[in-house]
C-alpha cells in the first residue's frame, strides 16, 4: 500500500514536499513515479526514479528545474521536492508503484496512492 502525504495551499513561488510512503514491502526494490491529475484533465507524469539496482531519474518538461525526487531508504519512503510553484501545478498528486520513460511521456504500470491535493493560488 502507498500512501502520499505532504500537499496543501501555497502561493506562486513556494515550496512543497510531497511523501510517498509504503507498508508491506520495501520501495527501493521498485520504480517509484508521481503523477498528477488536475480537474478535467488526464493523469500525467511528473517524475520517476528507478530502482535503486537501475537508477535513473526522468522529469516531465514543465517541472524540471523546479521539481527533485529522491528516495529515504531507512523511512521506505520517496520524496517529490516541489520549488516556484505554479498555479498550474494545482492538481491532486499520486505516487504510483512502476514508472518508466517511454518517449517523452513518463508512464505507470503499477498501483496508485491515494493521493494527495496540491493547490497554488494567491
Known amino acids: 500500500q502507498l500512501v502520499e502525504s505532504g500537499g496543501g495551499f501555497v502561493q506562486p513561488g513556494e515550496s512543497l514536499k510531497l511523501s510517498c510512503a509504503a507498508s508491506?514491502?520495501?520501495?527501493?526494490?521498485?520504480?517509484i513515479g508521481w503523477f498528477r491529475q488536475a480537474p478535467g484533465k488526464k493523469r500525467e507524469g511528473v517524475s520517476c526514479?528507478?530502482?535503486?539496482?537501475?537508477?535513473?531519474?526522468w522529469y516531465a518538461d514543465s517541472v524540471k528545474g523546479r521539481f527533485t525526487i529522491s528516495r529515504d531508504r531507512a523511512k521506505n519512503t520517496v520524496y517529490l521536492q516541489m520549488n516556484s510553484l505554479k498555479p498550474e501545478d494545482t492538481a491532486v498528486y499520486y505516487c504510483?508503484?512502476?514508472?518508466?520513460?517511454?518517449?517523452?511521456?513518463?508512464?505507470?504500470?503499477?498501483?496508485w496512492g491515494q493521493g494527495t491535493q496540491v493547490t497554488v493560488s494567491s
Open positions: 526514479i528507478a530502482s535503486s539496482v537501475d537508477g535513473g531519474i
Open positions: 508491506g514491502f520495501t520501495l527501493d526494490h521498485w520504480p
Open positions: 504510483t508503484l512502476g514508472c518508466a520513460l517511454i518517449g517523452p511521456r513518463i508512464i505507470s504500470f503499477g498501483s
